[in-house]
């Protein structure tokens, strides 16, 4: 379950981090303009790779749970 944490933590950190650099496609300077069109799109990829890692994580985490009660029930 540790390893879920640190995924969803990074999931959220990242959402922030697209809603903040999104700011910069409205920065005056050519630049910054063309970094504010990239970088959205990095950290939106790391965000859908963190969500999608912590919730295989959790599948394989209820999958090991039902088949320890199964076990221990049968």
């Not at 700011?23 to 504010?36: K, N, Q, S, Y």
Request: hydrophobic share 55%.
């Amino acid at each position: 379950m540790k390893n879920m944490d640190a995924y969803i933590m990074t999931a959220i950190v990242s959402l922030i981090l697209v809603v903040a650099t999104a700011f910069l496609m409205t920065a005056a300077d050519a630049p910054i303009r063309e970094a504010g069109m990239y970088l959205p799109l990095i950290f939106g990829a790391i965000g859908t790779w963190a969500a999608s890692k912590a919730g295989l994580l959790e599948l394989h985490y209820e999958e090991d749970s039902a088949r320890r009660n199964a076990h221990s029930a049968a």
